[in-house]
């Protein structure tokens, strides 16, 4: 406000306005402007690095203009907003996204054709924006698409990692991590050097009494590091609604004491103090579903949420409220444990700078929170040594230690002399060293809690939160299950097939309500339409086969089942079931005779995704599957009947081409392990069935699209436990199948003999925990029937279509609404 042009200068101003490219023509001359203006460089010197820089800047321009205004519209509106904090965002590549979004594809296409380029390059020289480990950070990144494309006043709030998650290179069959540094040229971001908070860590607290005698406490001393913000414009769909994402940076505070230091001539102390404070910002840690408790994550996440809640309570300051309408304004959802130090954030902030009352505060934090659990693996679960939080943020671990106390109290009251439940449930765990369950403090401090698919929901309200359920009832708990932007992972990852769905049910309206979908169920027994949607599937299998052949070298027929699975590599995910599955068909295949060997089905398997850098068996998992790929492959017995391929690096931008060509994906976790999994939902979206476990949502999926459309097998999550006490206590015998398997790696039929033994051993020899052996059988049975299926393409390609008809709750857009109607209380902002 204090910035603001005087009323008579306005209309010089409004006069001039830019207004972004309108057609062809206008786009073609932006395109050159920035050619020749903003990378300084000329027709004679543009290649499709510089084409895609000047498409980007042009229409970054046009986002701008709406972001502004969506920005004043909400401001002005002074309406309930949400915030979504979360440390991971993957947002993948923005450029095709943004064209789509805005309506300005066609335009765009065209321009660049007669300005010499094909599209589909342009986009391609994109770095994907990859700020997140897999789902996690993916559903962060496809719920800001349904917050903007629905008009809700929204904003993300994360970290400005300088490197994301590693590139990883495939090196003689194993992982080697190569850094992503993705910053070089990122015209999606907009520094704002005037937008910082100085962040404090360290020092120690002091008590004093204010003139009317209440105690006070100041965090004194320690460090300060500067939070920069970063921006980033997230367009809806079909709505001038753009979003803001807020990344924080990290650098050193400088003022006067670094000027001291300079003075003196302490250059290099002045450095070395200035990297110490980037490296905060510096990394993404690579752990999905781990968490390691190293300090600087635990910096990391109070430094990002410390800022951003500043951030929101300046803005709240601004609209000059009573304290107890934060509530009324502000939404916080917690994504995951990670920014649980915000609920303590809050509340110090309440206390010790704007001198509530305790229970005052606690009531606006407890309102204003939500916390979203996406896992129940214990390995995942954070746990912060409370040595370490006290050194670290010792105001913190004092407000900790009060909301632990009034909350026992709680507990004492209802359930008294019930010392067990006491303990079981304390937000400090009296182990050695005392540790922090962040879980427990998210619960307490958010008025909702939910899971993220049905299952899940219910597993974490009768494991990990039974107690809590207990103490707070039923209506704190809820479910949500998670879904998908059906504008990226159908429309931009498979443009044929949305055109193709766009012609049968007679718009583009799904894309904004996916249940629309439900028409297509109209045209199952239309032959001309099912033709069409098979040379689809057949068109974006080619491509994969051409990209596998480019990269690997291998040769795959595109009429082979395409079988797919792409996600981290995790134990819990059962990799190894799929490989070793492979191995035992490989096995079957050699052990026919030629007439036998005619009739089986020709497949291709193929593996993607990352390990974190120090899960050895993960990485051992790699490992055999480029190794048995490395044999069967160049298997002249075999030829195309089978083939084993590992893609290197899968990313967001990968699986936008990897999901439309596949026939079968693989969702095969421990029932019970994988909280929801949304790879399974863009699989079967884009015409492909999935094989998969009674897991996560796979439940919700098979119920939308029916059973008969799905290859359900294995254990169920109610048998899970008896079965592992059965491994630790009972005898355990190895499945005679997989033992024929376990033989063939032993014998050295996949390289060094010695190489898998651990792979071979957590199951022969220990406790099998992921249950390999005990779904083995069931698992080849199911995809027996998945060859015998395949064969009859008609039937094949009905359930594909059926399915995708039936695909409609799993939008995002319908995730959203959920949310703001159970646990947010807003409402879309009107344009
Ligand atoms: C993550 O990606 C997930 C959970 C978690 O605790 C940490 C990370 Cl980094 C995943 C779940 O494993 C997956 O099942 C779920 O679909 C996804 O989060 C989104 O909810």
Known sequence: VEAAIPEP???????????????????????????????????????????????????????????????????????????????????????????????????????????????????????????????????????????????????????????????????????????????????????????????????????????????????????????????????????????????????????????????????????????????????????????????????????????????????????????????????????????????????????????????????????????????????????????????????????????????LQLVEKKFPNDRDMLRRVSIIEESQPKMVRMAFLAVVGSHKVNGVAELHSDLIQTTIFKDFVTIFGADKFTNVTNGITPRRWLHQANPRLSELIASKVGSYDFLKDLTLLNKLEEFVDDKAFRKEWAEIKYANKVRLAKYIKSTTGVTVNPSSLFDVQVKRIHEYKRQQLNIFGVIARYLKLKGMSPEEKKKQLPRVSIFGGKAAPGYWMAKQIIHLVNSVGAVVNKDPEIGDLLKVIFLEDYNVSKAEMITPASDLSEHISTAGTEASGTSNMKFVLNGGLIIGTCDGANIEITREIGQENIFLFGTLSEDVEDLRHAHTYGTHSVDAGLEKVFSAIQSGTFGDSQDFNAMVSAVRDHSDYYLVSDDFQSYLDTQQMVDDEYRNQDEWVSKCIRSVARMGFFSSDRCINEYAEGIWNVEPLAV
């Not at 820089?53 to 229409?59: F, G, P, Q």
């Not at 929204?154 to 495939?170: N, P, T």
């Open 9 to 407: 200068q306005r209309e010089v101003w409004t006069k001039h306005q830019f207004e972004g490219f309108k057609s062809k023509d206008e786009f073609e001359k932006e395109v050159v402007r920035h050619v020749e203006t903003t990378l300084a460089r000329s027709m004679f010197n543009c290649d499709e690095t510089a084409a895609y820089s000047a498409t980007s800047l042009a229409l970054r321009d046009r986002l701008i203009k709406e972001w502004n205004k969506t920005q004043q519209r909400q401001t002005f509106a002074d309406s309930k907003r949400v915030y979504y904090l979360s440390l991971e965002f993957l947002m993948g590549r923005a450029l095709d996204n943004a064209m789509l979004n805005i309506g300005a594809k066609t335009t765009a296409k065209e321009g660049l054709d007669e300005l010499g380029f094909r599209i589909e390059d342009i986009i391609g020289q994109e770095h994907d924006a990859a700020l997140g480990n897999g789902g996690l950070g993916r559903l962060a990144a496809c719920f800001l698409d349904s917050l903007a494309s629905l008009n809700y006043p929204a904003w993300g709030y994360g970290l400005r990692y300088r490197y994301g998650i590693f590139k990883q290179e495939i090196i003689d069959g194993y992982q080697v991590e190569v850094p992503d540094y993705w910053l070089d040229f990122n015209p999606w971001e907009f520094p704002r050097h005037d937008v910082t908070v100085d962040i404090q860590f360290y020092g120690n607290v002091r008590k004093a009494q204010d003139e009317n005698g209440k105690t006070i406490a100041h965090w004194e001393g320690g460090e300060i590091v500067t939070a920069v913000a970063f921006d980033v414009p997230i367009p809806g769909y079909d709505t001038p609604s753009t979003n803001n994402l807020r990344l924080w940076s990290s650098k050193a505070s400088g003022g006067e004491f670094d000027f001291q230091k300079f003075n003196n001539g302490d250059y290099e102390s002045s450095v070395a103090e200035q990297q110490r404070a980037e490296t905060i910002s510096a990394v993404l840690y690579p752990n999905d579903n781990l968490e390691r408790g190293k300090e600087l994550r635990l910096k990391q996440q109070y430094f990002w949420v410390a800022a951003s809640l500043y951030d929101i309570v300046r803005r709240f300051k601004k609209t000059k409220r009573a304290w107890s309408e934060f509530p009324d304004q502000i939404a916080i959802q917690l994504n995951d444990t990670h920014p649980t130090l915000a609920i303590v954030e809050l509340q110090r902030i309440l206390l010790d700078v704007e001198g509530l009352e305790w229970d005052e505060a606690w009531k606006i934090v407890t309102s204003t929170f939500g916390y979203t659990n996406h896992t129940v693996l214990p390995e995942a679960l954070e746990k912060w040594p409370v040595g370490l939080v006290q050194h670290l943020l010792p105001r913190h671990l004092q407000i900790i230690y009060d909301i632990n106390l009034f909350f």
